[in-house]
């Protein structure tokens, strides 16, 4: 899971709502996303309308510097399914069928959406690798 730019602000209210969901944080890590790793965190979704503009919002809106986030990864039996029933994901519409999910409560539409996790298993491990350097390589 990641905490996107936008959600900064709330980064500890977050964080104490992912763990009283009973998901256990394995890794917890703020650092700057550089221009090239927004491509590979979203490859899955290459090609959807909204790509451009989430590889933008994340990439440093264009001044090369990256932009910080705060990356989590969860552990626990379920988890990629739990996190998707926590609400949907479009902030827009979960403001109005799960105001109380993070995306609800943080997040302003379907792009800023405050928090990003993977829809499945397989790309929850490639965000993983992406994120190597949670690991510190």
């Known amino acids: ?10 980064e500890d209210e977050i964080i104490r709502q992912v763990v009283e969901r009973d998901f256990r944080i394995v890794i917890a890590k703020e650092v700057v996303v550089s221009r090239g790793i927004p491509g590979q965190l979203y490859r899955d979704v290459e090609g959807m309308p909204f790509f451009a503009e989430v590889i933008e919002h994340l990439g440093g809106c264009g001044s090369g510097e990256g ?22 994901t479009n902030s827009v519409r979960a403001k109005e069928t799960a105001p109380e999910s993070l995306w609800g409560q943080y997040g302003t539409d379907c792009v800023r959406n405050a928090v990003h996790a993977s829809d499945s298993q397989y790309s929850g491990t490639g965000n993983r690798d992406s994120l190597r350097f949670l690991h510190g390589a």
């Not at 899971?1 to 709330?10: N, Q, T, V």
């Open 1 to 10: 899971m990641r905490r996107e730019p936008d959600a900064i602000i709330h």
């Open 67 to 88: 932009v910080t986030i705060f990356a989590m990864v969860l552990e626990g039996l379920g988890v990629v399914g739990r996190w998707r029933h926590c609400g949907p």
